[in-house]
T-cell receptor, first 116, second 107 residues
Framework: GAVVSQHPSWVICKSGTSVKIECRSL??????MFWYRQFPKQSLMLMAT?????????EQGVEKDKFLINHASLTLSTLTVTSAHPEDSSFYIC????????????FGSGTQLSVL | GQNIDQPTEMTATEGAIVQINCTYQ??????LFWYQQHAGEAPTFLSY????GLEEKGRFSSFLSRSKGYSYLLLKELQMKDSASYLC????????FGTGTRLQVFP
């Protein structure tokens, strides 16, 4: 099956620094990538949808200047958390879809971000 | 709207049967997925229903009623390893997940 590689798996950073998370589709071309955030004991919350070569579409309440998403190629999408604060500590996970209606969804392994 | 509701938490004992419900708004419906997610891990696909009725897959079955905007995941012969969160999502362009149900299985 299709594989989505997400790195890093976990990161600890100081408040005010920026953190970049990468998601790569290893054996298929991901025209659409979805980024989620998940707080403890909560469901996945969609942050943004990114299409290769165009600007990401952010969900209501998600600051696009704080969570920078780049999808420059069909196999790589990145999420950069800029000027991270403790409240940004969360589990971030990407997923790539295959199919016009996103019938098949493949997830990265997730990144646990802890901001001190 | 995209409201997809699930019970927040459920508990059950090993060997028992548990049913996890999911209700959603019916407009523009194109199918419903169920996923299992262990803490700190990615969700894994369990089932996809697009037609009414029950689909059985080993110990896990999924039911759908399109007219009622209702689905459930049925887990039989519960095992300790089934303790996880269970998420439903509609098959739409926007990949919105349900609120998620945390299931705890006790010996």
């Amino acid at each position: 099956g299709a594989v989505v590689s997400q790195h890093p798996s976990w990161v600890i950073c100081k408040s005010g620094t920026s953190v970049k998370i990468e998601c790569r589709s290893l054996d298929f071309q991901a025209t659409t990538m979805f980024w989620y955030r998940q707080f403890p004991k909560q469901s996945l919350m969609l942050m943004a949808t990114s299409n290769e070569g165009s600007k990401a579409t952010y969900e209501q309440g998600v600051e696009k200047d704080k969570f920078l998403i780049n999808h420059a190629s069909l196999t790589l999408s990145t999420l950069t958390v800029t000027s991270a604060h403790p409240e940004d500590s969360s589990f971030y996970i990407c997923s790539a879809s295959i199919g016009r209606r996103n019938e098949k969804l493949f997830f990265g392994s997730g990144t646990q971000l802890s901001v001190l | 709207g995209q409201n997809i509701d699930q019970p927040t938490e459920m508990t059950a004992t090993e060997g028992a049967i548990v049913q996890i419900n999911c209700t959603y708004q019916t407009s523009g419906f194109n199918g419903l997925f169920w996923y299992q997610q262990h803490a700190g891990e990615a969700p894994t696909f369990l089932s996809y229903n697009v037609l009414d009725g029950l689909e059985e897959k080993g110990r896990f079955s999924s039911f759908l009623s399109r007219s009622k905007g209702y689905s459930y995941l049925l887990l039989k012969e519960l095992q300790m390893k089934d303790s996880a969160s269970y998420l439903c999502r509609r098959n739409t362009d926007k990949l919105i997940f349900g609120t998620g149900t945390r299931l705890q299985v006790f010996p």
